[in-house]
């Protein structure tokens, strides 16, 4: 059972316009989400983060959205750049997990020049 | 900056023979995991180490992997035989306890491929 939900497994956008990365989840004692990038031949990179107290978390060009009574979240990146091109996994944890991160599997973001 | 540091990056070995993999965490982070991550998916935590004892390794598939951390620095994970599905990627990372999840700083991943 996933309980972190990724349905694009790619999203293709053209440069400088917003890209918007979507997550679902299930669980409703996760209080904290992340989301992480990753290149390719590398570890993933922790990008921002959101508690479950906020509903908007912005960091630059990256904003994080969560919607708890819909168990959602989303990434907006904006304007998009070439060097975002990567698989951004959206992560979430339970303090009473001890914050053991659960995973979704990725999407694929294509920035087209 | 500090990082955590992985090796070796790149692995290719045969069906059933052993492989190791090394990892040296971010200097003074006590929490140190294991994580698979298959094309496609995302990362799968194999091991986690608070300090030199394990905190949670039921996702580690115990009749051929195996996980230490003696001096509760460094980590070695080891797989003995290897099958070919383990073809993946390790992730090796580390984290400060009691920072809350958003601290968990990952190394660059060791790639394993099974012939």
């Known amino acids: 059972d996933q309980q972190v939900k990724q349905n694009s497994p790619s999203l293709s956008v053209q440069e400088g316009r917003i890209s918007i990365l979507n997550c679902d989840y299930t669980?409703?004692?996760?209080?904290?989400f992340l989301w992480y990038k990753k290149y390719p031949a590398e570890g993933p990179t922790f990008l921002i983060s959101i508690s479950s107290i906020k509903d908007k978390n912005e960091d630059g060009r990256f904003t994080v959205f969560l919607n708890k009574s819909a168990k959602h979240l989303s990434l907006h990146i904006v304007p998009s750049q070439p060097g975002d091109s990567a698989v951004y996994f959206c992560a979430a944890s339970a303090r009473d997990s001890n914050y053991q991160l659960i995973w979704g599997a990725g999407t694929k973001l294509i920035i087209k020049p | 900056e500090a990082e955590v540091a992985q090796s070796p990056r790149y692995k290719i070995t045969e069906k059933s023979q052993a492989v190791a993999f090394w990892c040296d965490p971010i200097s003074g982070h006590a929490t140190l995991y294991w994580y698979r991550q298959i094309l496609g998916q995302g990362p799968e935590l194999l091991v986690q180490f608070q300090d030199e004892s394990v905190v949670d390794d039921s996702q580690l598939p115990k009749d051929r992997f195996s996980a230490e951390r003696l001096k509760g620095v460094d980590s070695t994970l080891k797989i003995q035989p290897a099958e070919l599905g383990d073809s993946a990627m390790y992730l090796c990372a580390s984290s400060r306890p009691g920072q809350g999840a958003n601290t968990i700083y990952f190394g660059e991943g060791s790639w394993l491929t099974v012939v």
């Open positions: 669980n409703s004692m996760f209080d904290y």
